[in-house]
């Protein structure tokens, strides 16, 4: 959720005349007057709700028409006056909306625009394949999305009703269906797809073919291995169809201002063309582009010193037939892996199972150090904390709060300080705004707080670090703590032997 300082009403300067303003008190005896209702819930302090709600105005008025002969409701729900809506409706982001009608709830992942609204509607009450004249009207559609187009005359065979039965139930393209003697002469009797052509990535087909086989899913097979062109940015509709069509993804994460992580991102688009037939798509995330790619490096705790990194995201079935999704990380990739060969090898072992892997959850990325301190998630809590052999000190912070950050710091200072060879000890953070840990009430301890797994230590295992003021806390005291809680012994005597020892190094660059 982003929340704007300003908190400028999202509905200001936006005709709403058509669109009904319910809550918590009204939503239920509403819904049921209803037999279809578009619901658009937002907050008053998202400061990116604007541009979407003006787009769902505008398709209340387009349905306003008694011409369209269609009775759709258009409400919507402000979360900030409404907020136990939220868990009701299990809301993860501003805005969401939802298309309801007497038997079910459909989350809505279309394009935020009037037209993919309008277009949605039609597809869930009408018709699934549009029809056109002659290929010159395809453009109206390519122009807002991937289409797939049938040119297929004979409409009894297998291969159309796998166009057709795939038609239903992706709704991040279009269907297009063209019997003119122009469409013929060019395609044949063919599935093709087509996409928007975008002159500044220059990597686009305008259109790909032909689908091989006559199954019931062959259009479905033909579309996930096709659909979206090998090392191509995605934009979010496109990263809907991958999800959709389960379909296995390698990222390569940069920043676009930086010309030496950018000059690889030719690598991908041939790696893509290669691992095509294994249905693996390729794409670049620039950090610093669109929000898309941000959202995916915040899905994926991607932090922006950690680039430039190779995320693979694998599908893999259990012994129930369950898919489970699941997450391969690179971080702060060296020169020397970014190689075909090197690639190619690293996704054959986690083929092969030698690469640990980590069940895809919320959120889904796998623990990972940076520079000594490790990131602890909450699937992974047991095994790296509790049932660590080892000592663990681990921090638990709040993403975005200076406080925390300050505390990260400082962990990360000690990581490098007290070396694990050494020590024995393992430096850890927890954002308690993804996971919350399991054997630490965080609400009733308060937060930034600091806790000391002494496993090494069986008859206390658990000390908190406590501080009046966890603001004002230096690292001075952390370390205190430490020596005091693992009688690694006297504080002080470290300290004199530390000056001893940099009077020493002081006194040999003075004689040099």
């Known amino acids: 959720m982003v ?4 908190n400028e009403d999202p509905c200001k300067g936006i005709d709403l005349s058509n669109v009904i303003n319910l809550h918590e008190s009204n939503i239920t ?4 007057k209803y037999d279809l209702i578009y619901l658009f819930f937002y907050s008053y302090f998202c400061d990116h709700c604007k541009n979407y709600l003006s787009e769902f105005a505008a398709a209340s008025k387009y349905f306003a028409n008694p011409e369209k002969n269609l009775s759709v409701v258009f409400a919507r729900i402000d979360l900030s006056y409404s907020p136990k809506l939220t868990d009701e409706w299990n809301i993860q982001s501003y805005p969401t909306v939802f298309l309801v009608n007497k038997t079910e709830k459909i989350l809505y992942k279309g394009q935020k625009s009037k037209a993919g ?5 039609y597809r869930r009450m009408k018709d699934d394949i549009f029809e056109i004249e002659n290929l010159n009207e395809i453009e109206k559609y390519t122009n807002s999305s991937v289409v797939v187009l049938s040119t297929l005359r004979y ?4 291969l159309f009703f796998s166009f057709q039965n795939y038609s239903k139930t992706n709704m991040q393209a279009d269907f297009v269906m063209c019997l003119s003697e122009e469409c013929l002469r060019k395609y044949g009797h063919n599935i093709i797809i087509y996409k928007p052509f975008d002159e500044k990535i220059n990597n686009y087909l305008k259109d790909v073919g032909p689908v091989s086989g006559a199954q019931p899913n062959s259009v479905q097979e033909f579309f996930a291995t096709y659909g979206i062109e090998a090392g191509a940015p995605l934009t979010d509709n496109e990263l809907n169809l991958m999800f959709e069509n389960k379909r296995k993804m390698l990222f390569y994460a940069r920043h676009s201002s930086n010309k030496d992580q950018v000059k690889y991102d030719s690598l991908m688009k041939e790696l893509g063309l290669e691992f095509r037939s294994k249905k693996i798509y390729t794409s670049v995330l ?7 790619y941000e959202n995916i490096a915040d899905i994926f705790g991607l932090a922006p010193q950690e680039l430039p990194a190779l995320l693979y995201y694998d599908l893999k079935e259990d012994e129930n037939n369950q898919t489970n999704a699941i997450l391969y990380s690179i971080r702060n990739i060296k020169k020397e892996q970014l190689t075909k060969e090197y690639i190619k090898d690293y996704l054959k072992k986690v083929d092969d199972g030698k690469i640990r892997e980590d069940l895809f959850s919320e959120p889904p990325l796998e623990s990972y150090d940076v520079s000594g301190l490790r990131y602890v998630i909450g699937r992974n809590y047991d095994k790296d904390v509790v049932e660590s052999k080892d000592n663990v000190l681990i921090a638990f912070v709040e993403r975005e709060n200076p406080i925390s950050e300050r505390l990260v710091d400082m962990m990360a200072e000690l990581a490098k300080k007290y070396p694990f060879k050494e020590k024995k000890i393992i430096f850890a953070f927890m954002d308690i705004t993804r996971n919350q840990p399991r054997d630490i009430d965080t609400r009733k301890e308060g937060i930034p707080l600091v806790v000391l797994y002494a496993n090494a230590m069986k008859d206390k295992p658990i000390f908190k670090l406590t501080h009046k003021n966890i603001a004002k806390i230096i690292i001075e005291e952390i370390e205190g703590f430490l020596y005091k809680s693992l009688n690694w012994g006297n504080q002080e005597q470290k300290k004199s032997d530390e000056n001893k020892e940099k009077k020493k190094e002081d006194k ?4 040099l």
């Open 29 to 32: 005896s509403e819904m049921k």
């Open 508 to 511: 040999k660059e003075s004689d």
């Open 155 to 158: 409409f009894k065979t297998m």
């Open 286 to 292: 620039d950090i610093e582009g669109e929000e898309v």
């Open 117 to 121: 609204l309008i277009k949605y509607i």
């Open 3 to 6: 929340i704007s300082d300003n």
